[in-house]
């Protein structure tokens, strides 16, 4: 794992073919590369994205499949870590971008006022993080990365 060229303030192009494109970028792994989703709902929500262009998940071939979940373990044992949720959601849906990604998203049953429904049925208004909790989140999910 390397987070050389990941800047955390700067927009990230992961993909020249689809464009596909992370906004707070934490770290490299093996096959794919962590961003942080500034959600204030769910504080700790990340994409992780394959850094080569596929667009089904049903398309990967066995070794790069196997690595990517691999880097999805690492990056779920890296935000419950850093955010201290009692779980953390991982969704594969592939219905807006071209490029295969995952959302995974830290749960907290104590606020959410559906804890056990999908976050996307959250009746809360979607904010984003302030700044300082942005790079706070960011910082504690690298160091648990590494």
């Given at each position: ?26 770290a ?12 204030e ?49 991982l ?56």
């Open positions: 794992m390397s987070d050389e060229n990941v800047s955390p303030n700067e927009k990230l192009v992961l993909c020249e073919v689809c464009g596909f494109d992370l906004w707070k970028p934490i490299r792994l093996a096959v794919s590369t962590l961003g942080l989703y500034s959600d709902r769910f504080p700790g929500r990340c994409i992780l994205a394959l850094n080569e262009h596929h667009e089904r998940w049903e398309h990967l071939d066995s070794e790069l499949l196997h690595r990517l979940v691999d880097d999805s373990q690492i990056a779920l044992r890296a935000i419950e870590a850093a955010t201290g949720s009692a779980r953390v959601n969704a594969v849906l592939g219905n807006t971008d071209p490029h295969v990604h995952f959302h995974l998203i830290p749960r907290f049953p104590a606020v959410e006022p559906n804890p056990t429904k999908s976050p996307w049925d959250d009746p809360r208004p979607r904010r984003v993080l302030p700044a300082a909790r942005e790079q706070e989140l960011q910082q504690l999910i690298r160091e648990a990365i590494s």
